[in-house]
């Protein structure tokens, strides 16, 4: 389990400055592996600090939480508080976030367990790609009288297929081995085969005002269709190799790891929190705001949610609350919330040296991704060290003058900057090295620096 230096240093590779907001969540993250190596008596008293992230938006506080969720590939989902309403409202139910939740606890472990059995998978797919692709290979079924079902004798018999000489063995035997040598040389990726498929659920209904999927209402009652199609070889692949790893895995012990690792793992990122932050006079609009304050609260208090893969436990999860608090203040939140949020950070607004640094520094860096962009069209996208401090310095102002969306604001300006050689760009010529420097800068962007014309950098 890394550290809590070490998850600032790996947090630092992607997100400039905020300190103070990197230590807290490293902080937590790490007291989830303390409380790990403790008694099962003592772990069951030990809950979670949950944290209050204050900042403008564009300064990092979403990218934080996602990537510490990244770090240890614990469940992650973000939601925004605003999305839900009080019991009685039309929406959605607060309890849907620890259903989501769970959904993609899912997702991870059954993906960990599909990376286990792989290679095997991948060679139970060849050998029936090959046995697919041999002539004769589709097997004759037997008609079936639909009586038989209901009456419970299922399907007859098919009929014994005739046995093969030993010298026909050993022709199939031949054929097999040489399209198996084919095909793992890439020659037969444009062969037609027909695999069986699952037919695509039904989408969602509309019953009530709320949106819902009938496939997840009904869950597995419904017997799974499936029908045969035709496709390449380089398409069905994945479809096979899908249907091997399935095979390959106990999804009753997946669902059941994945509820623990919800429970005891799980982060929720609820963003905009300040939003339903109200003053309790208030009227109109507001009426439903401490409501959903109030709904919410037991699920961070800790509870039992019922979900189709069995109940959770809330009382372990950890939560991170995230707004600008422009209008309203976190004490505007109803007390017993406040109280479960016990850390508060602000993170600052971004600085011109910020956005220099943010332009240099992080592995995905936006400089990094339109040089990455223009790559295939032939041109090697560079930059001045003079170009990167004008860029920075446009941004800058740009939020000071207007509505300050933080670091998003670089992409607005890369954009505008960019507009002529990502257009032009076309691959039709030679590999050409473009550098901007800071005179660059300057003609393509303090034309447009102006009252008339700051439009263009609003996003």
Known sequence: MMTPKQIVDALDRYIIGQDEAKRAVAIALRNRYRRSCLSEELREEITPKNIIMLGPTGVGKTEIARRLAKLVDAPFIKVEATKFTEV????????????????????????????EVKPAAEAATEARIVELLLPNAKKQRQPVNPLQ????????????????????????????????????????????????VEESASGPILAMGVDMDLGSVLGDMLPKKHKLKK?????????????????????????????????????????????????????????????VQRDILPIVE??????????????????????????????????ELQGRFPIRVTLKDLTEEDFYNI?????????????????????????????????????????????NIGARRLHTVMENLLN??????????????????????????????????IHKYIL
Request: charged share 30%.
């Open 359 to 403: 332009l240099t520094q992080p592995d995905n860096a936006v400089t990094k991704q339109y040089a990455a962009l223009l790559r295939p069209d032939h041109v090697n996208l560079s930059f001045t060290e003079d170009a990167l401090k004008e860029i920075a310095k446009f941004a800058y102002r740009a939020n000071e003058q207007n509505e």
């Open 149 to 196: 079902y209901l009456l419970g004798a299922g399907p007859s018999q098919p009929a014994e297929e005739p046995k093969l000489t030993e010298e026909e063995q050993e022709k199939h035997r031949t054929l097999r081995e040489q399209t198996l040598a084919r095909l793992r040389a890439g020659q037969l990726e444009n062969e037609i085969i027909e695999i069986e």
């Open 420 to 453: 002529d050689i990502s257009f032009n760009a076309n691959g039709q010529h030679p590999m050409i090295d473009v550098v901007i420097d800071g005179d660059y800068v300057d003609a393509h962007l303090s034309a447009e620096w102006s009252e008339d014309n």
């Open 231 to 291: 496709m390449p070889v380089s398409q069905a692949r994945p479809i096979l190799l899908q249907q091997e790893s399935e095979k390959r895995i106990d999804m009753d012990d997946v669902n059941r790891m994945a509820l623990l690792n919800a429970e005891q793992n799980g982060i929720i990122f609820l963003d905009e929190i300040d939003k339903i932050a109200g003053a309790a006079n208030r009227g109109g609009a507001d009426v439903s705001r401490e409501g």
């Open 88 to 115: 009685g409202y039309v929406g959605k139910d607060v309890e849907s976030m620890i259903r989501d939740l769970v959904e993609e606890s899912i997702r991870l472990t059954k993906n960990l367990r599909m990376n």
């Open 302 to 335: 800790g509870t039992t949610v019922s979900t189709k893969y069995g109940p959770i436990k809330t009382d372990f999860i950890l939560f991170i609350g995230a707004g600008a608090f422009h209008v309203s203040k976190v004490s505007d939140l109803i007390p």
